[in-house]
């Protein structure tokens, strides 16, 4: 399956952007039934786990940097998956890739990023 994110850019602290990863492919057509991920990695830094989202029931979880801020939803019908990200902060600045991820939220293989850059 092949994801590609999209809807990165530069915005000021606290504005909102919304990012959207698509998947296709012969495999994306299995896409209802996949856990998804965002992950970000900032320049020196480690990637890192932003959100994920479960295929069955669409129970969500983040890491305590961004929760109450970072929102992430799926439309299966779009094989689609989103993430709004509402009060940003200049610490947000990254790539922001969206992954196939197991039920631990560890990544099974990536798209290709987008670059969110957040100035203060």
């Known amino acids: 399956v092949q994801l590609q994110a999209s809807g990165g850019g530069l915005v000021q602290a606290g504005d909102s952007l919304r990012l959207a990863c698509a998947a296709s492919g012969r495999s994306g057509r299995n896409f209802m039934w996949m856990d998804m991920g965002w992950f970000r990695q900032a320049p020196g830094k480690e990637r890192e786990f932003v959100a994920g989202?479960?295929?069955?029931?669409?129970?969500?979880s983040y890491a305590d940097s961004v929760k109450g801020r970072f929102t992430a939803s799926r439309d299966n019908a779009k094989s689609t998956v989103y993430l709004q990200m509402n009060s940003l902060k200049p610490e947000d600045t990254a790539v922001y890739y969206c992954?196939?991820?197991?039920?631990?939220?560890?990544?099974?293989?990536y798209g290709q990023g987008t670059q969110v850059t957040v100035s203060s």
């Open positions: 989202i479960r295929w069955r029931g669409g129970s969500t």
């Open positions: 992954a196939k991820i197991d039920s631990r939220n560890r990544p099974e293989y």
